[in-house]
């Protein structure tokens, strides 16, 4: 019932901009959690952002802190992710997941229950 579907990325220059949104359904955004994870060819899937919906607040990993901001639409039940100053090592496909336990560890992929299919972001130099 549950499903997650990511969408917006594409090739981008260094220094640009991309903003992706992931369209959930059979979820609500008063609880749980939801974020995004990325994950670089021969790379570990990597925790990005997240959001505990009960107050808002929002965890980020260091190496996006002040270039990504992630958001939620609770009319379009959709959570985005806008990338800023990209970086080519902000190349990799990028995960939504979401969560509806009222704890979770948000860095740990395996503590999310379900994922979306996945979005390419390639950031050329």
């Known amino acids: 019932q549950v499903q997650l579907v990511e969408s917006g990325g594409g090739l981008v220059q260094t220094g640009g901009s991309v903003s992706l949104s992931c369209a959930a359904s059979?979820?609500?955004?008063?609880?749980?959690?939801m974020g995004w994870f990325r994950q670089a060819p021969g790379k570990e899937r990597e925790f990005v952002g997240g959001i505990r919906w009960s107050d808002g607040n929002i965890d980020y990993t260091n190496s996006v802190k002040g270039r990504f901001t992630i958001s939620g639409d609770n009319a379009k039940s959709t959570l985005y992710l806008q990338m800023d100053s990209l970086k080519p090592e902000d190349t990799a496909v990028y995960y939504c997941?979401?969560?509806?336990?009222?704890?979770?560890?948000?860095?740990?992929?395996?503590?999310?229950?379900?994922w979306g299919q996945g979005t390419q972001v390639t950031v050329s130099t």
């Open positions: 059979g979820l609500t955004f008063n609880s749980g959690f």
């Open positions: 997941a979401a969560d509806t336990s009222s704890w979770i560890n948000m860095r740990s992929p395996r503590a999310w229950d379900y």
